[in-house]
């Protein structure tokens, strides 16, 4: 019967991180390219009082299913849904939304490179357009200061007018990953490279899979509110049948012990 408690036990946890989860992603639900992350539950190790295929007479007859007690559940791992989420005109120049797969490139004050959807860009001081904390986009694009009608085509591509005339500025690249869940959330709605994720692939936008860019754009978070609620509320649900069962378990035991 104490089995029973630790299973339950089990199944409680589970879905404490499973509510932990739901909780970030619906706090991050007007996040600017927030990517909801989904938990992958596991059943626990089985204690085997007889086996699959077990032989159960001198005939040679074999248990067709066994016995196979569980022992309960894990969540093994938080996978990230990178799928799109919706383009919000927002009217500012600098703000870029990439529209299909991969990630802005941006280079830390330490000279470390991490990736980002967040293109929520702004100048500095020097006229370079770095993001919302002042980390410099790369490569670096520096606007002057006399320059008028900035411009960003879909394929990258920067320009502004400079005393009347068109200029180039230079050209934003696209970072692609073979595993884009594989990337390690940093927070600041920042991603850096693993051994999961695999080697960034620069390109440039609309090239070899790769997304495009849209000006005076934001990505929004692709949490789905309704989605999540009903999540909440069938975690809820199963956390108070573990509950019960822990509650059923202990009076049985109870029972147990009087008899005794």
Do not use: W
Request: zero cysteines; charged letters at 15%; glycine letters at 10%.
């Amino acid at each position: 019967m104490m089995q029973a408690l630790r299973i339950a036990a089990t199944g409680m946890n589970a879905q404490q991180l499973n509510v932990d989860v739901l909780s970030n992603n619906i706090a991050n639900l007007n996040t600017t390219a927030f990517k909801q992350g989904v938990p992958a539950f596991a059943d626990l190790v089985y204690q085997n009082k007889i086996g699959v295929g077990a032989i159960t007479s001198n005939a040679g007859t074999l248990a067709p299913t066994g016995l196979q007690i569980g022992l309960g559940v894990n969540i093994g791992s938080v996978y990230k849904v990178m799928q799109q989420g919706a383009l919000n005109q927002t009217g500012n120049p600098f703000d870029l939304a990439m529209s299909g797969r991969g990630f802005f490139r941006v280079t830390m004050p330490d000279g470390t490179t991490n990736y980002t959807r967040d293109g929520s860009f702004q100048l500095n001081q020097d006229g370079q357009i770095v993001t919302k904390d002042g980390y410099a986009l790369d490569p670096a694009i520096t606007v002057p200061t006399n320059a008028t009608d900035f411009t960003v085509t879909s394929a990258g591509v920067v320009s502004a007018k400079i005393d009347g005339v068109v200029t180039n500025l230079g050209t934003i690249t696209v970072s692609m990953f073979t595993n884009e869940a594989g990337l390690e959330s940093l927070g600041d709605n920042f991603y850096r490279e693993t051994e999961a994720s695999g080697t960034a692939t620069d390109t440039n936008p609309g090239e070899d899979g790769s997304g495009t860019i849209a000006q005076n754009t934001l990505e929004g978070s692709n949490v789905d509110a309704i989605e999540s609620i009903t999540r909440l509320i069938t975690a809820q649900r199963a956390y108070e049948l573990n509950s019960k069962i822990i509650t059923a378990a202990d009076q049985m035991l109870s029972t147990l012990t009087q008899m005794s």
